[in-house]
């Protein structure tokens, strides 16, 4: 069974420009998670997804982020413009049912703003 | 507020002692706890959970950990460490009593087992 996967696995840009991050959860997981970690801090929950839907997206830091989950199959995660404290490790994970259950993380996606 | 405590940045043991790496929590109600493990360049792999029931709880590569509610701890144990344990530990709880899916996590401590 394919684990989760994240493309690209690095990302260099200039504040200012535009990035698009992908997630592509296991098969059969209907619940996805998006979670940044800025260096040397803890992990940061940024949304949910059910399916296509939006559950949760409390930890979403601003409008510049915008993440979405076409057909309930694989997830972006846009930022635009990119700031210099957007730097971090994104990470997505998956799971099959919500609470309770583990969650399957990704590679994660290594972002530098310069 | 939730928050996730993990005390030690850096723990360092000897190959074949006991190891411990340290969580505490304060986050309301009783909620779900987890460890992860992140090895170089590789996601975070499920190592154990704690959801209810006994204290102690088992999991991969030999892992353990023991839940005590009056400290708000979940302390990850392993009673012989290997080399391939050098890793980078995270411990994450889900309040679940609040409606939350998501898992909130401590800094992570690295763990190092020198040979």
């Known amino acids: 069974e394919a684990g989760v996967t994240q493309f690209p696995s690095h990302s260099v840009i200039e504040k200012g420009q535009t990035v698009t991050l992908r997630c592509d959860p296991i098969s059969g997981h209907d619940n996805l998670y998006w979670y940044r970690r800025v260096m040397g801090k803890e992990i940061k929950f940024l949304l949910h997804f059910v399916k296509e839907s939006k559950q949760d997206e409390s930890g979403m830091p601003n409008n510049r982020f915008l993440a979405e989950r076409t057909g309930g199959t694989y997830s972006t995660l846009k930022v635009q413009p990119a700031e210099l404290e957007d730097s971090g490790v994104y990470f997505c994970?998956?799971?099959?049912?919500?609470?309770?259950?583990?969650?399957?993380f990704g590679p994660g996606t290594r972002l530098t703003v310069t | 507020a939730q928050s996730v405590a993990q005390p030690e940045d850096q723990v360092n043991v000897a190959e074949g002692n006991p190891l411990t790496v340290k969580c505490t929590y304060s986050v309301s109600g009783n909620p779900y706890l987890f460890w992860y493990v992140q090895y170089p360049n590789r996601g975070l792999q499920f190592l154990l959970k704690?959801?209810?029931?006994?204290?102690l709880v088992k999991g991969s590569y030999g892992f353990e950990a023991e839940f005590n509610k009056s400290q708000t701890s979940f302390h990850l144990k392993k009673p012989s460490a290997l080399v391939s344990d050098s890793a980078l530990y995270f411990c994450a709880v889900n309040p679940w009593e609040t409606g939350a899916n998501n898992l909130f996590f401590g800094t992570g401590t690295r763990l190092t087992v020198i040979p």
């Open positions: 994970a998956s799971s099959q049912a919500d609470r309770g259950t583990e969650q399957y």
């Open positions: 704690y959801i209810t029931g006994d204290n």
